[in-house]
Protein backbone atom coordinates (compact mmCIF):
# COMPACT_ATOMS: atom_id res chain seq x y z
CA UNK A 1 0.00 0.00 0.00
CA UNK A 2 1.44 3.59 -1.11
CA UNK A 3 0.75 6.53 1.33
CA UNK A 4 1.82 10.06 1.52
CA UNK A 5 2.60 9.82 5.54
CA UNK A 6 2.89 7.09 7.50
CA UNK A 7 2.56 8.66 11.43
CA UNK A 8 3.54 5.97 14.09
CA UNK A 9 2.22 6.77 17.43
CA UNK A 10 -1.38 7.95 18.08
CA UNK A 11 -0.36 9.82 20.71
CA UNK A 12 -1.90 13.63 21.03
CA UNK A 13 1.48 14.79 18.64
CA UNK A 14 0.92 12.15 16.62
CA UNK A 15 -3.04 11.78 16.24
CA UNK A 16 -2.84 15.95 15.63
CA UNK A 17 -0.72 15.82 12.90
CA UNK A 18 -2.68 13.25 11.00
CA UNK A 19 -5.65 15.70 11.45
CA UNK A 20 -3.89 18.41 10.15
CA UNK A 21 -2.42 16.65 7.32
CA UNK A 22 -6.24 14.34 6.80
CA UNK A 23 -8.01 17.76 6.81
CA UNK A 24 -5.34 19.14 3.58
CA UNK A 25 -6.33 15.53 1.70
CA UNK A 26 -3.30 13.91 2.50
CA UNK A 27 -3.53 10.37 2.58
CA UNK A 28 -2.23 9.30 5.81
CA UNK A 29 -1.59 6.67 7.87
CA UNK A 30 -1.67 6.54 11.92
CA UNK A 31 -0.35 3.62 13.62
CA UNK A 32 -0.63 2.62 17.26
CA UNK A 33 -0.64 0.21 19.67
CA UNK A 34 -3.94 0.92 21.43
CA UNK A 35 -2.46 0.71 25.03
CA UNK A 36 -2.39 3.93 25.94
CA UNK A 37 0.39 6.11 26.64
CA UNK A 38 -0.62 9.15 29.71
CA UNK A 39 1.16 8.90 32.97
CA UNK A 40 -2.05 9.79 34.54
CA UNK A 41 -5.32 10.60 34.13
CA UNK A 42 -5.37 14.21 33.92
CA UNK A 43 -3.67 17.36 32.45
CA UNK A 44 -4.16 20.94 32.08
CA UNK A 45 -3.49 23.33 29.07
CA UNK A 46 -2.99 26.29 29.82
CA UNK A 47 -4.97 29.60 28.22
CA UNK A 48 -1.82 30.24 25.92
CA UNK A 49 -1.95 26.96 24.43
CA UNK A 50 -5.55 27.70 23.51
CA UNK A 51 -4.01 30.63 21.99
CA UNK A 52 -1.80 28.59 19.95
CA UNK A 53 -4.92 26.02 18.86
CA UNK A 54 -6.59 28.88 17.27
CA UNK A 55 -3.70 29.49 14.60
CA UNK A 56 -3.49 25.56 14.54
CA UNK A 57 -6.63 24.71 12.82
CA UNK A 58 -6.79 22.11 15.83
CA UNK A 59 -8.83 24.22 18.05
CA UNK A 60 -12.01 23.22 17.39
CA UNK A 61 -10.65 19.05 17.78
CA UNK A 62 -8.95 19.48 21.00
CA UNK A 63 -11.97 21.63 22.44
CA UNK A 64 -14.19 18.82 21.30
CA UNK A 65 -12.34 16.27 23.68
CA UNK A 66 -11.58 18.37 26.61
CA UNK A 67 -13.27 20.80 28.85
CA UNK A 68 -13.04 24.29 29.98
CA UNK A 69 -10.49 23.99 33.16
CA UNK A 70 -12.86 24.50 36.23
CA UNK A 71 -9.87 23.90 38.81
CA UNK A 72 -7.76 26.58 40.70
CA UNK A 73 -3.90 26.12 40.71
CA UNK A 74 -1.26 26.94 42.97
CA UNK A 75 2.06 26.39 43.93
CA UNK A 76 3.96 25.43 47.29
CA UNK A 77 7.07 26.28 46.25
CA UNK A 78 9.84 27.97 47.92
CA UNK A 79 7.85 28.96 50.72
CA UNK A 80 5.39 26.37 52.76
CA UNK A 81 2.42 28.19 51.76
CA UNK A 82 0.29 28.00 49.03
CA UNK A 83 0.58 30.87 45.72
CA UNK A 84 -2.73 30.57 44.54
CA UNK A 85 -2.61 31.84 40.43
CA UNK A 86 -4.93 35.21 40.06
CA UNK A 87 -7.73 34.16 38.00
CA UNK A 88 -7.63 34.78 34.46
CA UNK A 89 -8.96 33.56 31.31
CA UNK A 90 -9.71 29.26 31.56
CA UNK A 91 -7.46 26.88 29.67
CA UNK A 92 -8.60 23.52 29.44
CA UNK A 93 -9.01 20.37 31.72
CA UNK A 94 -8.16 16.70 29.63
CA UNK A 95 -8.74 13.60 31.24
CA UNK A 96 -5.96 11.94 29.48
CA UNK A 97 -7.64 8.51 28.61
CA UNK A 98 -10.64 9.47 27.06
CA UNK A 99 -9.03 12.84 25.30
CA UNK A 100 -6.71 10.22 23.51
CA UNK A 101 -9.05 8.13 22.31
CA UNK A 102 -11.61 10.88 20.96
CA UNK A 103 -8.47 12.43 19.23
CA UNK A 104 -7.91 8.90 17.24
CA UNK A 105 -11.69 9.12 16.88
CA UNK A 106 -11.58 12.68 15.53
CA UNK A 107 -8.79 11.66 12.97
CA UNK A 108 -10.92 8.82 11.77
CA UNK A 109 -13.44 11.11 10.83
CA UNK A 110 -11.73 13.32 8.49
CA UNK A 111 -10.57 10.84 6.78
CA UNK A 112 -7.07 8.85 8.34
CA UNK A 113 -6.33 5.75 8.26
CA UNK A 114 -6.16 4.36 11.65
CA UNK A 115 -4.49 1.18 12.18
CA UNK A 116 -3.78 -0.86 15.43
CA UNK A 117 -0.37 -2.37 15.00
CA UNK A 118 2.14 -4.61 17.96
CA UNK A 119 4.89 -3.61 16.34
CA UNK A 120 6.49 -1.65 13.12
CA UNK A 121 9.65 -2.14 11.29
CA UNK A 122 11.34 -0.80 8.52
CA UNK A 123 13.04 -2.69 5.85
CA UNK A 124 14.46 -0.68 2.91
CA UNK A 125 11.65 1.42 1.83
CA UNK A 126 8.95 -0.09 3.37
CA UNK A 127 7.52 -0.27 6.61
CA UNK A 128 5.87 -3.72 7.76
CA UNK A 129 2.75 -3.75 10.21
CA UNK A 130 2.63 -6.59 12.59
CA UNK A 131 -1.21 -6.80 13.41
CA UNK A 132 -2.92 -9.56 15.71
CA UNK A 133 -4.47 -11.01 12.17
CA UNK A 134 -1.08 -10.87 10.02
CA UNK A 135 0.87 -8.15 8.20
CA UNK A 136 1.03 -5.50 6.20
CA UNK A 137 3.53 -3.78 4.12
CA UNK A 138 3.55 0.13 3.37
CA UNK A 139 5.55 2.25 1.20
CA UNK A 140 5.13 5.90 2.36
CA UNK A 141 6.21 9.15 0.93
CA UNK A 142 7.16 9.98 4.57
CA UNK A 143 7.38 8.76 7.62
CA UNK A 144 7.05 10.82 11.16
CA UNK A 145 7.78 9.22 14.42
CA UNK A 146 5.57 10.56 17.11
CA UNK A 147 5.71 7.25 19.89
CA UNK A 148 6.28 9.33 22.71
CA UNK A 149 8.75 8.57 25.66
CA UNK A 150 9.14 4.82 24.79
CA UNK A 151 12.63 3.16 24.72
CA UNK A 152 11.63 0.57 21.77
CA UNK A 153 10.78 3.29 19.33
CA UNK A 154 11.39 2.64 15.56
CA UNK A 155 14.78 3.91 14.68
CA UNK A 156 15.86 4.34 18.32
CA UNK A 157 18.88 5.95 19.09
CA UNK A 158 21.24 7.06 22.51
CA UNK A 159 20.02 10.66 23.79
CA UNK A 160 22.37 13.46 22.84
CA UNK A 161 21.22 15.64 26.11
CA UNK A 162 19.62 14.14 29.03
CA UNK A 163 19.29 15.52 32.60
CA UNK A 164 19.36 13.61 35.94
CA UNK A 165 17.06 10.48 35.73
CA UNK A 166 13.22 11.23 37.51
CA UNK A 167 10.92 8.83 37.24
CA UNK A 168 7.13 9.55 37.88
CA UNK A 169 4.69 8.06 40.00
CA UNK A 170 1.16 8.61 39.76
CA UNK A 171 -1.26 7.54 42.48
CA UNK A 172 -4.78 8.21 42.34
CA UNK A 173 -7.35 8.19 44.99
CA UNK A 174 -10.21 10.23 47.00
CA UNK A 175 -9.24 13.98 47.66
CA UNK A 176 -10.09 15.11 50.76
CA UNK A 177 -13.15 17.81 50.12
CA UNK A 178 -11.60 20.91 50.47
CA UNK A 179 -9.37 19.93 48.32
CA UNK A 180 -11.78 19.51 45.52
CA UNK A 181 -11.23 21.93 42.41
CA UNK A 182 -7.59 22.04 42.83
CA UNK A 183 -4.31 21.61 40.98
CA UNK A 184 -1.14 21.99 42.94
CA UNK A 185 2.41 21.85 42.25
CA UNK A 186 4.06 21.20 45.70
CA UNK A 187 8.19 21.25 46.32
CA UNK A 188 9.05 18.32 48.59
CA UNK A 189 12.44 17.25 50.28
CA UNK A 190 12.49 13.94 47.78
CA UNK A 191 11.21 15.73 44.68
CA UNK A 192 7.81 17.65 43.71
CA UNK A 193 4.64 16.64 43.73
CA UNK A 194 1.63 17.52 41.22
CA UNK A 195 -1.67 16.87 42.18
CA UNK A 196 -5.36 17.34 40.34
CA UNK A 197 -7.81 17.21 42.65
CA UNK A 198 -11.81 17.55 40.28
CA UNK A 199 -14.85 19.04 41.35
CA UNK A 200 -15.89 14.65 41.24
CA UNK A 201 -14.51 11.64 40.42
CA UNK A 202 -10.72 10.47 41.28
CA UNK A 203 -7.87 12.76 42.42
CA UNK A 204 -4.25 11.84 40.96
CA UNK A 205 -0.68 12.80 42.40
CA UNK A 206 2.10 12.39 40.41
CA UNK A 207 5.35 12.12 42.69
CA UNK A 208 8.75 12.75 40.67
CA UNK A 209 12.12 11.83 42.52
CA UNK A 210 15.52 11.18 41.61
CA UNK A 211 15.76 7.61 40.07
CA UNK A 212 19.38 6.47 41.74
CA UNK A 213 17.79 7.49 45.35
CA UNK A 214 15.23 5.41 44.51
CA UNK A 215 18.26 2.52 44.27
CA UNK A 216 19.15 3.69 47.75
CA UNK A 217 16.34 4.26 49.45
CA UNK A 218 13.74 1.79 47.82
CA UNK A 219 10.83 2.57 46.28
CA UNK A 220 8.48 2.79 48.86
CA UNK A 221 10.18 4.15 51.71
CA UNK A 222 10.91 7.17 49.31
CA UNK A 223 7.54 7.43 47.79
CA UNK A 224 6.24 6.97 51.73
CA UNK A 225 8.43 10.01 52.58
CA UNK A 226 7.59 12.06 49.74
CA UNK A 227 3.72 11.51 50.14
CA UNK A 228 4.20 12.16 54.08
CA UNK A 229 6.45 15.70 53.80
CA UNK A 230 3.19 17.11 51.54
CA UNK A 231 1.93 19.97 53.12
CA UNK A 232 -1.06 19.78 50.11
CA UNK A 233 -3.41 17.65 48.68
CA UNK A 234 -0.95 14.74 48.39
CA UNK A 235 -0.81 14.00 51.80
CA UNK A 236 -4.51 14.02 52.17
CA UNK A 237 -5.34 11.75 49.16
CA UNK A 238 -7.45 8.68 50.82
CA UNK A 239 -7.64 5.04 49.15
CA UNK A 240 -4.46 5.54 47.70
CA UNK A 241 -3.85 3.15 44.39
CA UNK A 242 -0.47 3.22 42.61
CA UNK A 243 -1.76 3.77 39.05
CA UNK A 244 1.51 4.45 37.08
CA UNK A 245 4.88 4.33 36.55
CA UNK A 246 7.13 6.49 34.06
CA UNK A 247 10.32 8.02 33.00
CA UNK A 248 10.13 11.84 33.35
CA UNK A 249 13.66 12.31 32.39
CA UNK A 250 14.28 15.47 29.82
CA UNK A 251 15.73 14.14 27.10
CA UNK A 252 16.74 15.32 23.53
CA UNK A 253 17.28 12.24 20.74
CA UNK A 254 19.26 12.63 17.67
CA UNK A 255 17.89 13.43 14.30
CA UNK A 256 17.32 10.51 11.39
CA UNK A 257 17.99 11.14 8.35
CA UNK A 258 14.76 11.50 6.12
CA UNK A 259 12.43 10.73 9.20
CA UNK A 260 10.42 13.38 11.46
CA UNK A 261 10.85 12.65 14.75
CA UNK A 262 8.22 14.85 16.65
CA UNK A 263 6.66 15.65 20.30
CA UNK A 264 8.09 13.14 23.16
CA UNK A 265 9.92 11.00 20.89
CA UNK A 266 12.22 13.90 19.40
CA UNK A 267 12.63 15.74 23.06
CA UNK A 268 11.26 15.14 26.61
CA UNK A 269 11.24 17.52 28.61
CA UNK A 270 10.61 17.84 32.79
CA UNK A 271 7.24 18.12 33.20
CA UNK A 272 7.97 21.02 35.62
CA UNK A 273 8.61 23.30 32.61
CA UNK A 274 5.38 22.91 30.54
CA UNK A 275 2.29 21.30 29.91
CA UNK A 276 3.26 17.82 27.73
CA UNK A 277 0.29 17.86 25.75
CA UNK A 278 1.00 21.56 24.63
CA UNK A 279 4.48 20.82 23.81
CA UNK A 280 2.81 17.92 21.42
CA UNK A 281 0.23 20.69 19.77
CA UNK A 282 3.13 22.56 18.95
CA UNK A 283 5.16 19.93 17.20
CA UNK A 284 2.17 19.00 15.20
CA UNK A 285 1.78 22.39 14.08
CA UNK A 286 5.53 22.87 13.03
CA UNK A 287 5.94 19.02 11.61
CA UNK A 288 2.33 19.86 9.42
CA UNK A 289 4.22 23.25 7.53
CA UNK A 290 7.13 20.88 7.40
CA UNK A 291 5.31 18.55 5.52
CA UNK A 292 3.29 20.67 3.39
CA UNK A 293 6.31 22.57 2.42
CA UNK A 294 7.56 19.51 1.06
CA UNK A 295 5.02 18.59 -0.78
CA UNK A 296 5.45 21.73 -2.26
CA UNK A 297 9.09 21.23 -2.95
CA UNK A 298 10.27 17.46 -2.62
CA UNK A 299 14.07 18.09 -2.87
CA UNK A 300 13.82 20.38 0.38
CA UNK A 301 12.49 17.22 2.43
CA UNK A 302 16.14 16.22 4.08
CA UNK A 303 16.46 20.32 4.93
CA UNK A 304 13.34 20.51 6.34
CA UNK A 305 13.75 17.45 8.61
CA UNK A 306 16.76 19.38 9.83
CA UNK A 307 14.66 22.26 10.45
CA UNK A 308 12.03 20.83 12.40
CA UNK A 309 15.31 18.75 14.56
CA UNK A 310 16.34 22.35 15.13
CA UNK A 311 13.16 23.02 16.34
CA UNK A 312 12.91 20.45 18.77
CA UNK A 313 16.21 21.07 20.02
CA UNK A 314 15.90 24.80 20.55
CA UNK A 315 11.84 23.77 22.72
CA UNK A 316 14.12 21.53 24.69
CA UNK A 317 16.88 24.22 25.24
CA UNK A 318 13.67 26.82 26.38
CA UNK A 319 12.09 24.35 28.13
CA UNK A 320 15.53 23.16 30.02
CA UNK A 321 16.13 26.87 31.25
CA UNK A 322 12.57 27.01 32.77
CA UNK A 323 12.92 24.33 34.31
CA UNK A 324 16.51 25.26 35.92
CA UNK A 325 14.56 28.43 37.10
CA UNK A 326 12.22 26.85 38.83
CA UNK A 327 14.46 24.71 40.75
CA UNK A 328 16.67 27.41 41.63
CA UNK A 329 13.97 29.10 43.18
CA UNK A 330 13.35 26.73 45.41
CA UNK A 331 16.26 26.34 48.17
CA UNK A 332 14.45 24.62 51.41
CA UNK A 333 15.93 21.64 50.63
CA UNK A 334 19.15 21.98 48.55
CA UNK A 335 21.00 19.34 50.60
CA UNK A 336 18.43 16.70 49.41
CA UNK A 337 19.60 14.33 46.87
CA UNK A 338 16.93 15.12 44.48
CA UNK A 339 17.60 19.18 44.40
CA UNK A 340 21.26 18.52 44.89
CA UNK A 341 21.03 16.90 41.34
CA UNK A 342 19.27 19.63 39.72
CA UNK A 343 20.39 23.07 41.88
CA UNK A 344 23.04 23.92 39.19
CA UNK A 345 25.28 26.55 39.50
CA UNK A 346 24.22 29.75 37.65
CA UNK A 347 26.82 30.69 34.88
CA UNK A 348 27.22 34.16 35.35
CA UNK A 349 27.96 36.24 31.74
CA UNK A 350 29.34 39.92 31.78
CA UNK A 351 27.49 41.87 29.36
CA UNK A 352 30.08 43.38 26.85
CA UNK A 353 30.73 47.16 27.23
CA UNK A 354 29.22 49.48 24.72
CA UNK A 355 33.01 50.17 23.69
CA UNK A 356 34.30 46.37 23.43
CA UNK A 357 34.70 45.94 19.26
CA UNK A 358 33.35 43.02 17.45
CA UNK A 359 33.70 41.73 14.02
CA UNK A 360 31.74 39.07 12.23
CA UNK A 361 32.25 35.40 12.92
CA UNK A 362 34.41 33.52 10.41
CA UNK A 363 32.31 30.18 10.33
CA UNK A 364 29.58 32.36 9.14
CA UNK A 365 28.12 31.90 5.91
CA UNK A 366 25.78 33.56 3.47
CA UNK A 367 22.55 30.70 3.06
CA UNK A 368 19.64 30.37 1.62
CA UNK A 369 17.63 29.57 4.80
CA UNK A 370 14.23 27.70 4.97
CA UNK A 371 12.09 29.60 7.50
CA UNK A 372 8.44 29.63 8.63
CA UNK A 373 5.73 31.18 6.78
CA UNK A 374 1.97 31.14 7.88
CA UNK A 375 1.12 27.20 7.30
CA UNK A 376 4.52 26.58 4.80
CA UNK A 377 7.93 27.12 4.64
CA UNK A 378 9.60 29.32 2.24
CA UNK A 379 13.87 29.90 1.04
CA UNK A 380 15.15 33.42 1.93
CA UNK A 381 18.54 34.83 2.55
CA UNK A 382 20.20 34.49 5.43
CA UNK A 383 22.97 33.05 6.99
CA UNK A 384 24.42 29.90 8.33
CA UNK A 385 26.63 28.56 10.64
CA UNK A 386 29.62 26.12 9.65
CA UNK A 387 29.78 24.96 13.33
CA UNK A 388 26.58 24.54 14.71
CA UNK A 389 24.19 24.20 11.57
CA UNK A 390 22.16 27.27 13.44
CA UNK A 391 20.77 28.85 10.42
CA UNK A 392 18.46 32.34 10.85
CA UNK A 393 17.56 35.09 8.77
CA UNK A 394 16.46 37.91 11.78
CA UNK A 395 16.73 38.24 15.05
CA UNK A 396 13.29 38.57 16.20
CA UNK A 397 12.00 40.95 13.98
CA UNK A 398 15.41 42.72 13.11
CA UNK A 399 16.98 41.75 9.77
CA UNK A 400 20.44 40.06 10.44
CA UNK A 401 22.19 41.36 7.37
CA UNK A 402 22.28 44.78 8.22
CA UNK A 403 23.08 44.25 11.82
CA UNK A 404 26.34 42.01 10.52
CA UNK A 405 26.92 45.14 8.15
CA UNK A 406 27.75 47.13 10.52
CA UNK A 407 30.86 44.56 11.71
CA UNK A 408 32.46 43.93 8.73
CA UNK A 409 35.25 45.65 10.39
CA UNK A 410 36.00 45.54 14.06
CA UNK A 411 33.43 48.00 15.09
CA UNK A 412 32.17 49.10 18.80
CA UNK A 413 28.88 48.61 19.94
CA UNK A 414 27.95 51.99 20.46
CA UNK A 415 29.32 52.97 17.53
CA UNK A 416 27.25 50.18 15.58
CA UNK A 417 24.32 51.35 16.69
CA UNK A 418 24.58 54.44 15.73
CA UNK A 419 25.48 53.35 12.11
CA UNK A 420 22.10 51.45 12.17
CA UNK A 421 20.58 54.74 12.80
CA UNK A 422 21.74 55.65 9.53
CA UNK A 423 21.01 52.42 7.51
CA UNK A 424 16.85 52.14 6.17
CA UNK A 425 16.40 48.79 6.87
CA UNK A 426 17.34 49.64 10.53
CA UNK A 427 16.56 53.25 11.29
CA UNK A 428 12.53 52.73 11.86
CA UNK A 429 13.40 50.10 14.78
CA UNK A 430 14.17 51.30 18.25
CA UNK A 431 17.64 51.42 19.11
CA UNK A 432 17.17 49.20 22.32
CA UNK A 433 15.58 46.40 19.89
CA UNK A 434 18.96 46.88 17.57
CA UNK A 435 21.32 46.71 20.56
CA UNK A 436 19.58 43.44 21.91
CA UNK A 437 19.14 41.65 18.53
CA UNK A 438 23.46 42.80 18.38
CA UNK A 439 23.78 41.00 21.71
CA UNK A 440 21.83 37.85 20.99
CA UNK A 441 24.24 37.55 17.87
CA UNK A 442 27.13 38.23 20.57
CA UNK A 443 25.67 35.77 22.40
CA UNK A 444 25.23 33.24 19.50
CA UNK A 445 28.56 33.72 18.55
CA UNK A 446 28.01 35.12 15.53
CA UNK A 447 30.09 38.65 16.41
CA UNK A 448 33.22 37.90 18.05
CA UNK A 449 35.73 40.39 20.38
CA UNK A 450 37.94 41.93 17.79
CA UNK A 451 41.58 41.65 18.84
CA UNK A 452 44.58 43.77 18.09
CA UNK A 453 47.86 43.31 16.09
CA UNK A 454 48.98 41.47 19.32
CA UNK A 455 45.77 38.93 19.14
CA UNK A 456 44.42 40.47 22.51
CA UNK A 457 40.77 41.30 22.49
Not at 182 to 201: F, R
Not at 363 to 383: D, M, P
Not at 419 to 447: N, S, T
Request: charge should be positive; proline fraction near 5%; hydrophobic fraction near 45%.
Amino acid sequence: MVCDVLIVGGGPAGASLAILLAQQNWRVVLVDHGRGRCSGPYETLLAPGRTMLSRTGLSAAIEACSEVDPLRHGAIWGTSAVAWRSEGEPGLLLRRGAFDRRLCEQARRVGVDVRMATMVTCVGDEWQLATTTGGERLRPNHVVLATGRTTRAVGEASAVAAAPRSLAFTFTGTPHRDDRGTALVEAVGSGWIWTHAPHDGVASAAVIVHADELRAVGRERLLARALAESGGAAGRLGDRQLANVSDATPRLRPALPGVLRIGDAAATIDPLASQGVEKALAAADHAAAVLTAARAQPDWWLRLCEVHARWERGLFDAHSDVAAAWYRREQRFAEHAFWRARLLPVVERTPPSFSQSFVVSPQLLRAQVLVREGHTFVERSGFSDQVTGEQATHCGYVPIEPLLAQFATARSLAAAVAGAGQDARLFVLPPRAVLAAMLQLVQRGWLRAATNAAGVP
